[in-house]
Nanobody, 121 residues
Framework: QVQLVASGGGLVQPGGSLRLSCAAS????????MGWYRQAPGKQRELVAG???????NYVDSVKGRFTISRDNAKNTVYLQMNSLKPDDTANYYC???????????????WGQGTQVTVSS
């Protein structure tokens, strides 16, 4: 069964930190690149961080130096450590492979459960 279950979101003040986790089924995690995406209200979903199976990482400019992506290949889990959070980081965060897993059953990308991050004072 294909699964992506993100957790760890919440309400945090500007400057605070959160650590997101995502448990993925093996059929998705075994793909070379995993990533964290986010979607804010009224905006398109964007890829904010990616990591290869070997641990190479990349980040969108807006989070460089503040976010760190990591993965535990033994646990099929991807993490996103978010520091120095800003109100602009407010969004629903999802993990997925890059490119996103395509469901043949539903004939569309499968996103699974996201986790809401709200940065506000």
């Amino acid at each position: 069964q294909v699964q992506l279950v993100a957790s760890g979101g919440g309400l945090v003040q500007p400057g605070g930190s959160l650590r997101l986790s995502c448990a993925a089924s093996g059929s998705i995690f075994s793909r070379s690149v995993m990533g964290w995406y986010r979607q804010a209200p009224g905006k398109q979903r964007e890829l904010v961080a990616g990591i290869t199976s070997g641990g190479n990482t990349n980040y969108v400019d807006s989070v460089k130096g503040r976010f760190t992506i990591s993965r535990d290949n033994a646990k099929n889990t991807v993490y996103l450590q978010m520091n120095s959070l800003k109100p602009d980081d407010t969004a629903n965060y999802y993990c997925n492979s890059n490119p996103p897993y395509y469901s043949q059953t539903y004939r569309r990308p499968y996103w699974g459960q996201g986790t809401q991050v709200t940065v506000s004072s």
